[in-house]
């Protein structure tokens, strides 16, 4: 389980993400400069021409990222699709031929925005390639978003769908359009002090705040966190004023929809937990980020790091 979203107020944006797993994998911070060489299964070795900081793992010195972002303030997260996600079986001739686990770093490399990622999407063909042999794939969609706008990467078995996602959140199954049907069950929901609209017959006094909200899903699945983070979000950004720091307030809806040990077990009975959660600025350029572990928000700024003679960084988290 996973939730993402981007977050406004005026001219500041961050996107960021829950991740949600009933294991670690060895995340850590890891960034890449202009002089990282990039390696496809099906395309040629390139020099990387951009620079990228997300969390993820490092393995054999190349970067899986769960999420990251570019020097161009483009963000990407991958959130788990399973039993939808669908890989084929061989290459294609005359197509981007990407093996699951470089989206994110094919898209952050030769993208500045949005719109740059639906064309380059219009070529591209999903092989079953895992990484190194006996690592098993990841089956995901994206939320892929910039300052203007955000969209939904959905490989299906009928092919890759791409939909502009005006909400700009995502969490996990089912498929996307469920979860713009779905919202139309919640348009009632409300911030506003209590209205009785019920009967005249008694004048039906509050007994607390937040009764116009009733009926907001709680619970850990992914339709009542895409509705959870929906409302708060929008209410967040209704609310918002200059004073207010949009990394903590991003903070603070990712906390409303963690999940905590116990919450949600697994078919094998494991907990799944809020392994960490990430947040991005995408003017400065920086990663800040806590773990379930640790609560403290630590800080990584693109243009502070120190690359080692390969072109990455990397600290596990």
């Known amino acids: 389980m996973c939730t993402s979203l981007k977050l406004k107020f005026k001219n500041d944006y961050v996107c960021g993400r829950n991740l949600d797993l009933e294991y670690h994998f060895g995340e850590s911070v890891i960034a890449i400069n202009e002089n990282y060489l990039m390696k496809f299964k099906f395309l040629d070795e390139v020099k990387t021409n951009k ?12 970067p899986l990222f769960a999420e990251a972002i570019n020097n161009d303030g483009l963000f990407i997260a991958g959130l788990n699709y399973p039993d939808n996600a669908f890989y084929n079986e061989e290459a294609k001739e005359g197509a981007i031929n990407l093996a699951p686990y470089e989206i994110i770093n094919y898209v952050l490399l030769n993208c500045k ?9 219009e070529k591209v063909h999903l092989v079953a390639k895992p990484f190194i042999q ?6 995901l969609h994206y939320l892929v978003s910039d300052k203007n706008k955000s969209i939904v990467i959905e490989p299906d078995k009928d092919g890759i769908k791409i ?8 969490t996990n ?8 049907e779905n919202v139309k069950q919640y348009g009632n929901l409300s911030n506003k002090y209590y209205e009785n609209n019920l009967t005249k017959k008694d004048e039906l006094k509050p007994f607390c705040i937040g009764l116009n909200a009733h009926g907001l899903p709680g619970d850990s699945s992914s339709p009542s966190r895409f509705i ?14 200059q004073n207010d720091d949009l990394i903590k307030e991003a903070f603070h809806i990712f906390d409303n929809v963690s999940v905590i040990k116990g919450a949600a077990l697994t078919r094998e009975n494991k907990s799944e937990i809020t392994i960490y959660t990430s947040v991005y600025d995408l003017n400065t350029l920086e990663c800040f980020y806590k773990t379930y572990e640790e609560m403290a928000v630590h800080k990584v700024s693109l243009s502070e790091i120190e690359f080692n003679g390969l072109g990455i960084y990397s600290n596990k988290i």
């Open 173 to 180: 199954n089912p498929s996307f359009p469920f979860h713009l």
């Open 228 to 241: 959870k983070t929906l409302y708060l979000k929008e209410k967040m950004e209704e609310n918002l004023s």
């Open 113 to 121: 925005n949005v719109d740059e990622v639906k064309g380059v999407f």
């Open 134 to 139: 006996g690592m098993p794939l990841s089956y």
């Open 51 to 62: 620079k990228i900081l997300g969390i993820g793992s490092l393995v054999d010195n190349y």
């Open 163 to 170: 939909y502009d996602n005006p909400y700009e959140v995502l």
